[in-house]
Nanobody, 124 residues
């Protein structure tokens, strides 16, 4: 069982930056793929970014060039650096982990483990 804890959310003005962290309890976290998803009020959950165990990264078109996903396996942590934030980035952000070969990077339903979420609010 992998426990995930997100942190780093908050209130920021448009154009600002935040860095989200996803810390895992599992020492074999380095073998998992990790995705970031978000859900705004009244909207469906959507894919934001993902990183495979080997470091390959994927991004939604809406965040490409502004967000960067990375991982520090020594700290069992995945980061989401968010720059040039827009009001439409406002949402609860969740990280999720999936075992290699058992998930699709942009399909939330295929990830086995989820964090509790962290709120990101971007004011205009």
């Amino acid at each position: 069982q992998v426990q995930l804890v997100e942190s780093g959310g908050g209130l920021v003005q448009a154009g600002g930056s935040l860095r989200l962290s996803c810390a895992a309890s599992e020492h074999t976290f380095s073998s998992y793929g990790v995705g970031w998803f978000r859900q705004a009020p009244g909207k469906e959950r959507e894919f934001v970014a993902a990183i495979r165990w080997n470091g390959d990264t994927y991004y939604a078109d809406s965040v490409k060039g502004r967000f960067t996903i990375s991982r520090d396996n020594a700290k069992n942590t995945v980061y989401l650096q968010m720059n040039s934030l827009k009001p439409e980035d406002t949402a609860v952000y969740y990280c999720a982990a999936g075992s290699s070969g058992r998930y699709s990077y942009n399909r939330g339903g295929t990830y086995a483990y989820w964090g509790q979420g962290t709120q990101v609010t971007v004011s205009s």
